[in-house]
């Protein structure tokens, strides 16, 4: 059965930071270029930061020099961290999984407000 389980979100002030991890399983989870995207309240779900099987790191403009994204594939795990929030951050976070030819895998999401 595949699952992807996030974690780490959680109530924070502008300015902190949080660590969100995504356990993946039920799948070649190496083999799969792993994201994090976000939807905040009336908007759409968007890609936030992307990771490639080969380890090549993607990110939105508005997260960059704020959020880095890794994994660990002998863990079956994504982490995002994210420092310097602010209340724009503020969205439910989803972590992705996808391979060419096959459909994605989402996870359930982890809320991440962001009080000013």
């Known amino acids: 059965q595949v699952q992807l389980v996030e974690s780490g979100g959680g109530l924070v002030q502008a300015g902190g930071s949080l660590r969100l991890s995504c356990a993946a399983s039920g799948f070649m989870f190496s083999r799969y270029a792993v994201g994090w995207y976000r939807q905040a309240p009336g908007k759409e779900r968007d890609l936030v930061a992307h990771?490639?099987?080969?380890?090549?790191?993607n990110y939105v403009d508005s997260v960059k020099g704020r959020f880095a994204i890794s994994r660990d594939n002998a863990k079956n795990t994504v982490s995002l961290q994210m420092n310097s929030l602010k209340p724009e951050d503020t969205a439910v976070y989803y972590c992705?999984?996808?391979?060419?030819?096959?459909?994605?895998?989402w996870g359930q999401g982890t809320q991440v407000p962001v009080s000013s």
């Open positions: 990771i490639t099987s080969a380890g090549s790191r």
């Open positions: 992705n999984a996808a391979v060419t030819g096959n459909s994605p895998y």
